[in-house]
């Protein structure tokens, strides 16, 4: 399995190309699309995009953990954290790609 990583300039070329805007409106859309997606969860709403997945933020309350190397108990605070389910179109797709 590649560890390959898509990045923005990546996505802003895909955009160039298939819808047909210049590269610096396809880099703008982007970075809109993302700016928007980011103000959204920040705002602890829910981000669903169709086929794709929803990205919601959740809040996790305070719990005990433990230092593997020392074993002191540590508390850890509470915080939120970003959480994305996939749609069933894309699972079916991921596992569409499975090589047994």
């Known amino acids: ?3 390959r990583t898509i990045t923005r300039a990546q996505l802003s ?3 160039y190309q298939e819808v047909g805007l210049s590269r610096n409106e396809s880099a703008d859309l982007l970075e809109t699309v993302l ?3 980011s ?3 920040s705002s ?3 981000v669903k995009i169709s086929s794709f997945g929803s990205f919601s933020v959740r809040q996790k309350g305070q719990r005990i953990g433990r230092n593997p190397k020392t074993g002191e108990e540590v508390p850890i605070l509470p ?3 970003l959480v994305f ?3 069933q179109v894309m ?3 991921i596992n569409a790609k499975r090589v047994p």
């Open 39 to 41: 103000d959204a969860l």
């Open 85 to 87: 389910r996939p749609s």
């Open 44 to 46: 602890d709403e829910t």
């Open 1 to 3: 399995m590649t560890n």
């Open 13 to 15: 070329e895909a955009v």
């Open 35 to 37: 700016s928007m997606m």
């Open 91 to 93: 699972k079916a797709r």
């Open 79 to 81: 915080r939120k954290v």
